[in-house]
């Protein structure tokens, strides 16, 4: 079992910044892509970032050139640096973590990640 923790979450103005962190504990072996998904009020989740082992990552078009993803593979963690902050980037935040590397297009769809965190919010006013 795997056990993913958020943190970082809180509420800033619009042009702001927030660092959002994920720890992975448990059996962690395995755990080629973690990514981070959000779901703002009254929507559907959407993936924001995602990186794999390797470093490869993508970011969603709406947060490019404002947020970027890091991981490190030997502590298990993966951070969202968020820069530049916009009310509709208003969400709650989740880390996922996805077994195995190859899927078809290259990264996980949002079905083939194993394990979700709790979330953490994140608030931004204009």
């Known amino acids: 079992q795997v056990h993913l923790v958020e943190s970082g979450g809180g509420s800033v103005t619009s042009g702001g910044s927030l660092r959002l962190s994920c720890a992975a504990s448990?059996?962690?072996?395995?755990?080629?892509?973690m990514g981070w998904f959000r779901r703002a009020p009254g929507k559907e989740r959407e993936e924001v970032a995602v990186?794999?082992?390797?470093?490869?990552?993508i970011l969603t078009d709406s947060v490019k050139g404002r947020f970027t993803i890091s991981r490190d593979n030997a502590k298990h963690t993966v951070d969202l640096q968020m820069n530049d902050l916009k009310p509709e980037d208003t969400a709650m935040y989740y880390c996922?973590?996805?077994?195995?590397?190859?899927?078809?297009?290259?990264?996980?769809?949002?079905?083939?990640?194993?394990?979700w965190g709790k979330g953490t919010l994140v608030t931004i006013s204009s």
């Open positions: 996922a973590a996805a077994l195995g590397e190859y899927y078809s297009g290259g990264y996980p769809a949002e079905s083939d990640y194993n394990y």
């Open positions: 448990g059996y962690t072996d395995g755990l080629y892509f």
């Open positions: 990186i794999g082992t390797d470093g490869r990552s």
